[in-house]
């Protein structure tokens, strides 16, 4: 096997023994990268001397005996993630020059740990968007098939994957941007519980929304991940102060007594045949290995997205007001005064669909509008934050597609942002009641498409879908087929 297709788990047994060096891991996979980078288009940045670097300390700390599981892992970060000395762009070109001087608090964890970084990915706009065609720098391709889109808005993190350019990577998801990618793109992606992972020094879109996650080769790799960057963070204001259990510890390969919810709203018509297919195996899979199914309802279902479009959107007018063109981020070059500044500054720098959502939320909570929308939107997120509750009091966890379909064609939804949206709507309600989910391969379409299921937990309930998940995983082989790159 090529040093380049190891899992984490994997690639740290063979460091540890010392049969390889995290700089020969670093080269295969920066080569893997220059390989491939021109069909997929993944990266915004590689960070090559820096990685090479960072790999030689690892192995010096490894020669001195000190190995945690992540030291001298080559990883790479969604470009949303601040990162010290190197360019964070956002997916924009308000931002296209911008080089932090700071960590964000999960990259310095990961960087504590001794991870090495390959550099950053490519996503939709200010993570806005489900096809990574949003972005100012260019369209990812998904590795399975160059002509659809790997999803979004995490959409080169999944592509960086399933590509095998970086052992593991890490995205955001705000109404699903890290667990429909993953779907899409064949590997795993857990969206955390609200308050688990800091957002600190994550650039913000939807701040009560918005929480970081990790794209993986497997499930374990996914419960390494958590547990490298999980925790409390004081600089978070929304970080929730409670222990990080062993991720790890929890999967046991057994799914025997869990009882599964199968929301009935979200099995019904507009769901894709193939998709309905992989799911009536899945639930058979898991019959197999001694769980049971409760069928549930979640009666407000209907009502996400339009909840989910006036929340985030409102919380993004508010979290760009500060691209201003005065303090950091592109200004024009062309002003006559402070105004006409601010007025093409903004609009030079942002996108259409970024645009898009500034004027939706500006609406939203604009005089005279705001009781209408944004305070409406709130109590119906109320709503479906108890429909979750009301279920998880009869089953330990909910079993639902990802997506209504396997990966869509680039260019096929971008002139139609209403069916886009719908793209997220098994996924957004996870947001908006700020509980836990992970997509893990589940099948493939006949045209050769991945296509994932969702587990969703209990607030804080990461062990219980990740050891379900972990006992999926090793009763199939899907995770184990690789796109032909």
């Known amino acids: 096997m090529e040093l380049f297709e190891l899992t984490i788990h994997e690639l740290h047994d063979k460091l540890k023994k010392r049969e390889v060096s995290s700089v020969e891991a670093t080269r295969a996979l920066l080569a893997r990268i220059e390989a491939t980078e021109p069909q997929v288009g993944a990266f915004i940045t590689v960070t090559a001397a820096e990685g090479l670097a960072a790999a030689e300390a690892a192995d010096r700390r490894i020669a001195a005996g000190e190995i945690d599981l992540l030291t001298g892992i080559p990883v790479a970060l969604k470009d949303i993630f601040v990162t010290a000395g190197v360019r964070t762009t956002c997916g924009s070109r308000i931002l296209e020059n911008f080089v932090p001087p ?25 993570a806005m968007g489900s096809s990574t065609e949003s972005s100012a720098f260019g369209v990812t391709r998904n590795p399975w098939d160059p002509e659809r889109t790997p999803g979004g808005s995490s959409g080169g993190s999944a592509a960086c994957i399933a590509a ?32 688990r992972v800091s957002r600190y020094g994550v650039i913000a879109y939807a701040s009560s929304l918005d929480q970081v996650g990790p794209l993986t080769r497997d499930v374990t790799d996914a419960a390494i991940m958590l547990g490298a960057v999980a925790g409390y963070d004081p600089l978070d204001s929304t970080s929730v102060e409670r222990p990080v259990p062993d991720y790890r510890a929890a999967l046991t390969g057994k799914a025997t007594g869990l009882k599964i919810g199968l929301p009935r709203e979200y099995y019904r018509e507009g769901l894709d045949p193939e ?8 639930i058979e899979t898991f019959r197999g290995l001694g769980a049971e199914f409760v069928e549930v309802s979640l009666p407000h279902t209907d009502y996400a997205v339009a909840t989910y479009y006036l929340i985030a959107t409102a919380e993004a007018s508010s979290n760009l007001a500060r691209y201003d063109g005065v303090r950091f981020g592109h200004r024009t070059a062309t002003a006559e005064g402070l105004l006409d500044m601010f007025r093409k500054s903004r609009a030079e720098g942002f996108g259409a669909e970024v645009k898009r959502r500034i004027m939706l939320g500006t609406y939203a909570l604009s005089s005279g509008y705001y009781d209408a929308y944004y305070l409406k939107a709130q109590k119906v997120r109320t709503l479906i934050m108890q429909d979750f509750s009301r279920a998880f009091e009869s089953v330990d966890l909910l ?9 869509f064609k680039i260019g096929e939804k971008v002139d139609d942002p209403l069916q886009m949206y719908l793209s997220d709507i098994f996924t957004i309600p996870v947001n908006l009641a700020g509980t836990c989910g992970i997509s893990v391969p589940a099948g493939f379409s006949a045209a050769g498409l991945p296509i994932g299921l969702q587990l969703v937990g209990r607030p804080f309930g990461e062990e219980t879908i990740l050891r379900a998940a972990h006992a999926f995983e090793q009763a199939t082989a899907w995770h184990q087929r690789h796109a032909a790159l």
């Open 275 to 282: 998709v309905k297919q992989a799911l009536e195996a899945a």
């Open 399 to 407: 079993l639902t597609p990802v997506a209504p379909t396997p990966a």
């Open 102 to 126: 700071y960590d964000g608090t999960v990259v310095a964890r990961l960087k504590a740990q001794g991870a090495v970084l390959l550099g950053k990915l490519n996503q939709d706009e200010f």
């Open 164 to 195: 095998r350019q970086a052992t593991a990577t890490l995205g955001t998801d705000t109404g699903g941007s890290i667990r429909q990618p993953a779907s899409h793109c064949g590997c795993v992606g857990l969206k955390p519980t609200y308050g």
